[in-house]
T-cell receptor, first 114, second 113 residues
Framework: ELKVEQNPLFLSMQEGKNYTIYCNYS?????LYWYRQDPGKSLESLFV?????AVKQEGRLMASLDTKARLSTLHITAAVHDLSATYFC??????????????FGTGTRLTIIP | NAGVTQTPKFRVLKTGQSMTLLCAQD?????MYWYRQDPGMGLRLIHY???????AKGEVPDGYNVSRLKKQNFLLGLESAAPSQTSVYFC????????????FGPGTRLTVL
């Protein structure tokens, strides 16, 4: 079964602190995506990770991919209020019935407290 | 350049009614997708298309039909709406398939009474 699990599901953190969101997936893949969703809004692409060991950074966010461990992390450095949102990871599994299918995690709702 | 647009933004239906959701993209993308998002769950793929005139089933296709008569448009139809189809529907498009970023529309909030 194709499963993508994120933890934590909810996260409240103070401004200025660091934290990491984890994304585990159930079977082989070397393509993983991170998205951000603000309340009532659409999804915005953050990172596309396409190989083992890939690391990408944008501002206070850094994402990495370990395909051997089937794990991706989204690290937040010195959090600011603007980062409050729900973060989704999505995995592109190599399936028999088509290769255009993303499986999404349930999301991590991040709240940054002043 | 509007990106991906969806109409309508909100809709309330009674059980058994039908409707069509329209997705349009102006980025000349080949691939288009329909997802649904339910509370506490990630997005689930309903149907997708890899080019004009093509459609394929996703993870949760039952109760929905789609058409891609023009490259820029992807229509999602509900023939006989059920309360279980109450959800937020997102359309997305991408230039390529695997490994390419999907760009999402603003969503349609559908309530079936």
């Amino acid at each position: 079964e194709l499963k993508v699990e994120q933890n934590p599901l909810f996260l409240s953190m103070q401004e200025g602190k660091n934290y990491t969101i984890y994304c585990n997936y159930s079977t082989t893949s070397d393509r993983l995506y991170w998205y951000r969703q603000d309340p009532g809004k659409s999804l915005e692409s953050l990172f596309v990770l396409l190989s083992n060991g890939a690391v990408k950074q944008e501002g206070r966010l850094m994402a990495s991919l370990d395909t051997k461990a089937r794990l991706s992390t989204l690290h937040i450095t010195a959090a600011v209020h603007d980062l409050s949102a729900t973060y989704f990871c999505a995995v592109d599994f190599n399936t028999n019935f088509g290769n255009e299918k993303l499986t999404f995690g349930t999301g991590t709702r991040l709240t940054i407290i002043p | 350049n509007a990106g991906v647009t969806q109409t309508p933004k909100f809709r309330v239906l009674k059980t058994g009614q039908s409707m069509t959701l329209l997705c349009a993209q102006d980025m000349n993308h080949e691939y288009m997708y329909w997802y649904r998002q339910d509370p506490g769950m990630g997005l689930r793929l309903i149907h997708y298309s890899v080019g004009e005139g093509t459609t394929a089933k996703g993870e949760v296709p039952d109760g929905y039909n789609v058409s891609r008569l023009k490259k820029q448009n992807f229509l999602l139809g509900l023939e006989s709406a059920a309360p279980s189809q109450t959800s937020v529907y997102f359309c997305a498009s991408s230039r390529l398939g695997r490994g390419d970023t999907q760009y999402f529309g603003p969503g349609t909030r559908l309530t079936v009474l």
